[in-house]
């Protein structure tokens, strides 16, 4: 049976304390509704329609960036889940296909459990997602006989006897489309909060004879974000996850807890991450890699063997070959380290090509920003540029070349030359010891 997908995801979240709409912020560098359209796609959804309201304008371009066949509906006022759902009745009420309902403020569904339910509606017209939990609080409790269904009461309109309950639903439902927007259709707004709930559609549903079943997930993967610090929670979990996952899959992690991923880092195996390193989006390293302490990187690739930091910051579009070292307080931005290259110490390389074998001298600078253009440096290989060479862009540095320390390079480099591009030298003999004097006298 082939599903489409809806995203509510038109609140506000006031509770967040932000401009931002709620499903805008991120988790792992990537928007909470990111991370819900990719569970629908992984479990595979035939269309997603994201239901957005506040701010719709810029829901919708954040859906678009995750996928250029996203569908927007626009929920003008919040009234309620099930008039959410309603809004995108025009574009799927015709299709025979299933219906399932995510919120875009629960981020970690996994697909695995979407499967879970498509099966188990196989043998049911409704399949409700729940979970057990101790602490029921503010839930929608399932009223269950064995996987059953009869009704979903919020908190809100619950007996004592009702809030006791432990089985709790997470939102999330599965079912024929024409049939969810046939019982929505017939949802009253007589409630404690005036709104009108997906979840009576389960009632109504029990009543006409439909049978609605419940499939349990853990509940780590129904957490919502509601707040700062409930967004703070999720991070962490999605953290502890990503370093689990990792490690599992061979990476060594010398201080797991201070280790931090993006949604889309990928790490080989037999590489090793030492204390406190932040991966920033769009970071791929390869098998057996070192990423040294105090590391940040960024939209960058690590080949296999090579060596960053410690203190070293990998700036996007930046590849380091094979066996390349990037050191201790080097920022790379843009750039493409030659196999087996070495910048070691205390530089800035910026939209440079470095070629194999060339060793960047402490402090050298590529000068490639004039204040209007960027432009770019191309090193050749086995090059050795001294320590303090300042690179002006555009400049080329010929193959086996040497600049001389502390050289302005202002003109291209042949190969094999030695560029000298700094004043030279004079010694004024005990000049040294009369400046001393003299100043120390002036001092008193
Ligand atoms: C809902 C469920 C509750 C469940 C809980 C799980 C209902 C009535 N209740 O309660 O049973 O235990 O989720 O977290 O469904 N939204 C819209 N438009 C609206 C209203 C809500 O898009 O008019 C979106 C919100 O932005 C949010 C999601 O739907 O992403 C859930 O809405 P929310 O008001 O947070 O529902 P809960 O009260 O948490
Ligand atoms: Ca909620």
Redesign the pocket.
Known sequence: MSFSAII??????TRMRSDKP??LHKIGNSPMLHHVMDVAKKAGAKRTVI????RSNLVTGAAKTFSSEAEIVV?Q????????VKQAKDLLNNSDGDLLVL????PFIQPETISKMIKTRRECDISVLGFNTEEPS????LIANGSNISQ?V??KDASEEQLKITL????VILGKATLIFDLISKIKNDNA?N??????CIELASKSGFKCSVVLCDQQE?I?V?SLKELAQAEDLFQKSKRVEFMDNGVRLHAADTVFFSFDTIIGPGTEIEQNVVLAPGVTIEENATIRAFSHLEGCHISSGSRVGPYARIRPDTVLSEGSVVGNFVEVKKSVIGPESKVNHLSYIGDAKIGEKVNIGAGTITCNYDGVNKHKTDIKDEAFIGSNTMLVAPVTVGEKSVTASGSVVTKDVPDEALAFGRSRQENKIGMGKKLMNFLRKQKK
Not at 51 to 54: D, F, H, Q, S
Not at 77 to 84: D, F, I, R, S
Not at 195 to 200: I, N
Request: net charge negative; aromatic share 10%; glycine share 20%.
């Open positions: 509510l995801a038109a609140g506000k979240g709620k499903v239901v957005a309201g506040y929920q006022e919040q009234l309620g889940t099930g008039h959410a919120y875009g403020d629960t503010m839930y929608g409790r979903i919020e908190a709790c639903n997470s939102g909060s709104e009108f709930y997906l979840t009576d129904t919502g509601n």
